[in-house]
Structure formats: structure tokens, C-alpha cells
């Protein structure tokens, strides 16, 4: 069973996702049209995976660091400028 996490950090948010036996090559990470897919290869350890986030409007590709280490794909977000989480109440 393989598990997600999405957590929110100080500058952004973080999403994490197992990957037993993945090199780098076998992970793909692409902003398109507002949309970020992450996706890792099929090998002897995992089946493949595709993931999709739809992340605030305002983040650009230069927003986004992947790094595969241990057999964890860590994505990070960083938070648009003058982005923020504060509703109006009326």
C-alpha cells in the first residue's frame, strides 16, 4: 500500500510519496496548464504511479524541487508572491 502526504511548511507545501526502487530517471515531474502531475515507472518494487495537484495560480515552474532520496520522492512548492490563506468575512 502506497501512502500520500501533502503537508503544508513555512514557504509552501510539500508533498511526499513512497518510491521503493526509483532512480531519477524513472520520475517525472511537469507543470502544465495549471496542473502538476508527478509520475514514477513501473520496476521490481512498485507498480507505476500518477499523481495530479492542482496548485495555486501564480506558481511557475521555478516554484518547484523534486528530490528522490531513500526510496521517498520529496516535491516541495513554494507559495506564490503575495499569495495567502485569509478570508474575508462579510
Known amino acids: 500500500?502506497?501512502?500520500r502526504r501533502l503537508e503544508?511548511?513555512?514557504n509552501g507545501w510539500k508533498i511526499t510519496i513512497p518510491a521503493p526502487g526509483a532512480k531519477k530517471e524513472d520520475v517525472e515531474v511537469n507543470l502544465e496548464d495549471g496542473l502538476l502531475t508527478i509520475d514514477i515507472s513501473r520496476n521490481e518494487h512498485m507498480?507505476?504511479?500518477?499523481?495530479?495537484?492542482i496548485p495555486p495560480k501564480g506558481v511557475k515552474e521555478d516554484h518547484i524541487k523534486a528530490k528522490l532520496k531513500d526510496g521517498l520522492?520529496?516535491?516541495t512548492v513554494?507559495?506564490?508572491?503575495?499569495?495567502?490563506t485569509k478570508i474575508k468575512v462579510q
Open 78 to 84: 513554494e507559495k506564490p508572491e503575495g499569495y495567502s
Open 8 to 10: 503544508e511548511i513555512e
Open 1 to 3: 500500500m502506497y501512502y
Open 73 to 75: 520522492l520529496a516535491v
Open 47 to 53: 507498480v507505476g504511479l500518477h499523481v495530479e495537484y
